[in-house]
């Protein structure tokens, strides 16, 4: 790569972010037109009520992209067959199944993958190749956005998915106590998180909550965006955009270590956590991808 090819990536890299925030803004006058319509003035003049109703209306345009662009990548994800940051050809972990947390799910887009793990009683086979319990699928839901469950019941149905997947709409943090899922300490065989964990509150205390959830010999399937941590320059600049993109994209923060929060939770029996190997180094959205084992 020449110079000037090297100084358009860059380029590109420092601009994606503004065109991203410009997007989402686009879809500012069409919620407040909507929302005026349907006289939810409750929502309009709830500044929490109302970003989420604008997030919700962009990510049901934008997610289905990102569901084209990372597709194959998720689906190996969820099949246990991402190591290094790369598709593998072999699963290195069992896939998805048996009692699952999804955090923060949204509309719903990527729900349709755990369509594989509801695995028949008498496929033995399968059985074997997923491990105990995995007939008795169960995915609990965690989405705390009301705006985004008429998507996510929508897709849940169209996957076939209506006996074994639950909605819990409540944050991570009320989990133990959730009506009708009251999920226990070291029940639960997987947790994934898509993008998700940028905006939690509190994440040092969700995650190692999250962790305490997970079964010992459980897995975390995640695919997430992160701090800057290749150079300074590049961290200053992720900086700045953060000063804007939590306030366009719904709470979301650029800025998280989430890799060390993530190993600071407890004892990981394996932590194959890596950058996704076609992400360029300079970007300011950078993203760790992988599974880990408690």
Not at 128 to 150: Q, T
Not at 176 to 196: F, P, R, W
Request: aromatic residues 12%; hydrophobic residues 40%; contains cysteine.
């Amino acid at each position: 790569m020449g110079l000037l090819d090297e100084m358009m990536v860059i380029f590109w890299a420092m601009v994606g972010p503004w065109q991203f925030m410009y997007m989402a803004l686009s879809f500012l006058p069409p919620t407040v037109r909507d929302l005026v319509s349907a006289g939810q003035y409750q929502i309009l003049f709830s500044i929490s009520k109302f970003k989420h109703a604008w997030f919700t209306r962009f990510w049901n345009f934008w997610g289905p992209r990102i569901r084209v662009g990372r597709g194959p990548l998720i689906t190996a994800l969820f099949e246990g067959r991402v190591s290094g940051g790369v598709e593998v050809e072999k699963p290195v972990v069992p896939p998805v199944g048996g009692v699952i947390l999804d955090i923060g799910p949204g509309p719903g887009f990527w729900v349709d993958l755990y369509a594989k793990a509801k695995v028949p009683a008498n496929d033995e086979g399968n059985l074997r190749h997923r491990g105990r319990g995995a007939s008795e699928l169960k995915i609990y839901g965690v989405e705390p956005n009301p705006d985004a469950h008429p998507s996510l019941r929508k897709h849940v149905h169209d996957a076939g998915l209506d006996d074994n997947y639950q909605i819990v709409p409540v944050g991570i943090q009320s989990l133990s106590t959730a009506a009708g899922a009251q999920i226990e300490k070291g029940s639960v065989d997987c947790i994934v998180s898509l993008l998700c964990l940028c905006s939690i509150p509190d994440p040092e205390a969700n995650i190692a909550e999250l962790y305490q959830l997970l079964k010992k010999g459980g897995r975390w399937y995640m695919f997430e965006h992160v701090q800057v941590t290749r150079s300074w320059p590049g961290r200053l600049y992720q900086a700045f955009l953060n000063l804007f993109w939590p306030h366009v994209l719904g709470g979301c923060e650029l800025c998280r270590n989430t890799e060390k929060t993530l190993r600071q939770a407890g004892p990981w029996d394996k932590f194959d956590v890596h950058a996704p190997a076609d992400e360029v180094w300079c970007t300011s959205l950078p993203h760790i991808m992988g599974t880990l084992t408690k």
